[in-house]
């Protein structure tokens, strides 16, 4: 048994969960964080800790000064006989896309046209007012597009617009969101912190000559939401999960105490989607590695999104980084403890390349896995990279993926013990690159879904949104453009 800068190696029982499958390498390494890792990918393991999730997410529901499960205005979903031209605009962490987008009804939409400007650090850091007149600009320019193609006349009325806030806001009204802390650069927020996205938006339009009436504005979990559910009824969640990690429901009022009073719900209000900031739950339930508690040291809010630094784009080829770093260390890979220069930096393995490393595995591929890393990062005493490390690195990779699916699905199964307890069959509307594009991620994630949500009673079924972040927000001001006072 080694055991060097905190790895211990020693047997280890070959993994039997049919979800995750090691072809043998790590079957003679072990080590306690290495054994964690590898429970939560176990059904069991993920079975015990749903019902601890459950008893969180009731707490924080009924809490008032609790910064997730946050009500919303949105208390329906739609129909799918909402029709009309809607304009649609989506602020993300570094772009803003502007859209038309056309409903016809029997749950057929289509985008028309959408255009995608990148939001630079200069644009971030202008005025308050200089920066929605830019927002404006960018809107102004998609309205005359619009008209050259006839899609709208030139002495068109105000345009019904929704949109798409991917940053926290206070809301009251459907049709009016006052802006909180933005992040990612944006330190525009220090002036308009408190700001009404409705007014703002249309006072700036209206100065440069376009005239738009907002009518819903709703965050990115949303939007997909709304999106989905415009197609298929079912839809009852959304997701996000790519850089970050976030999730919607629709759960009924009567769960959440005096939380959702105050908020303008017009129509049913039995119901209301919940923005769950699900990236905030975990601590005290998930359990901690070593490496998951180097992460949170690291970063600038520690213990603020436990779930988060284990699930999401930006943290997984952290996770793995770690896991080799030390593995090197302890002398389990590479020669004579040599490192790859990156591995000694946060953040010095990319989580896309953790994703092409992992698909070469999946295909066996071992020689174009070695290849691809070999030219990302070479070793620093200029030593070579055996197969065997490869298919270890390629292994401690898809554990570390398959926890992130686990711990989605297990906290998604989570959330469905406060929808009504009729719905048997939910539809779970998805974006983000890691769920949309990561090797196996959406397979497995839907597998552990499967099997955690047979033992309630109900089928969850992830289901692509598409274009969600634009049509998701023309959707909901199609629902709600009548009622808007």
Avoid at 224 to 244: D, E, F, K, N, V
Wanted: net charge negative; with cysteine; proline share 4%.
């Amino acid at each position: 048994m080694l055991s060097t800068a905190g790895v211990v190696v020693q047997d280890i029982k070959p993994h039997d969960d049919p979800i995750l499958s090691l072809d043998g390498t790590l079957a003679s390494l072990e080590n306690e964080d290495l054994n964690i890792l590898v429970d939560m990918s176990k059904l069991d393991t993920l079975e015990a800790l749903i019902d601890p999730l459950v008893e969180s997410m009731r707490q924080k529901l009924c809490d008032e000064q609790a910064p997730c499960m946050l009500p919303t205005c949105l208390n329906q979903v739609p129909e799918g006989s909402e029709s009309g031209s809607y304009l649609s605009v989506d602020l993300g962490g570094s772009t803003v896309r502007v859209a038309f987008v056309k409903m016809y009804g029997s749950s057929k939409a289509e985008i028309l046209y959408k255009v995608s400007h990148p939001v630079s650090a200069e644009i971030k850091c202008l005025s308050g007012k200089g920066f929605f007149r830019w927002l404006a600009s960018k809107i102004g320019d998609a309205i005359n597009h619009a008209i050259e193609h006839k899609w709208i006349p030139a002495d068109y009325s105000d345009l019904v617009t929704g949109l798409s806030w991917s940053f926290p806001f206070r809301q009251h009204s459907v049709e009016r969101g006052f802006i909180a802390a933005m992040g990612k650069g944006y330190t525009v927020t220090d002036e308009i912190l408190g700001w009404d996205l409705k007014e703002s938006f249309e006072t700036a339009a209206q100065e440069l000559g376009a005239r738009i009436r907002v009518t819903a504005v709703v965050n990115d979990t949303a939007a997909s939401l709304m999106a989905h559910a415009y197609a298929s009824p079912q839809t009852r969640m959304g997701l996000i999960l790519g850089t970050g990690i976030n999730a919607c429901a629709m759960f009924p009022t009567n769960t959440m105490g005096t939380k959702a009073h105050g908020l303008v719900l017009r129509g049913d209000e039995s119901q209301c989607l919940v923005n769950t900031e699900l990236s905030m739950f975990g601590t005290g339930i998930i359990p901690d590695t070593r490496w998951d508690d180097e992460i949170d040291r690291d970063n600038e809010r520690p213990g603020y999104q436990p779930l988060e630094c284990k699930v999401s784009g930006r943290y997984l080829g952290e996770i793995v980084r770690l896991i080799v770093r030390d593995f090197a260390q302890a002398g389990v890979l590479f020669k004579n403890g040599a490192l790859p220069k990156a591995f000694d930096t946060r953040f010095g393995f990319e989580s896309s390349l953790m994703a092409s490393i992992e698909q070469h595995h999946i295909n066996k591929r071992h020689e174009l896995a070695l290849k691809e890393f070999t030219e990302c990062h070479p070793l620093s005493d200029g030593s070579s990279i055996s197969i065997v490390d490869i298919k270890l690195i390629s292994e401690i990779i898809t554990i570390v993926s398959s926890r992130a699916a686990g711990l989605t699905a297990c906290s998604l199964v989570a959330l469905t013990a406060m929808l009504p307890e009729d719905t048997k069959n939910c539809v779970i509307a998805y974006n983000g690159t890691v769920i949309e594009k990561y090797p196996m991620f959406l397979e497995r994630c839907q597998k552990y879904l499967d099997e955690l949500g047979r033992s309630r009673g109900r089928k969850l079924i992830l289901e692509a949104a598409g274009d969600g972040s634009l049509l998701g927000p023309a959707v909901a001001s199609a629902m709600f453009s009548d009622k808007v006072m």
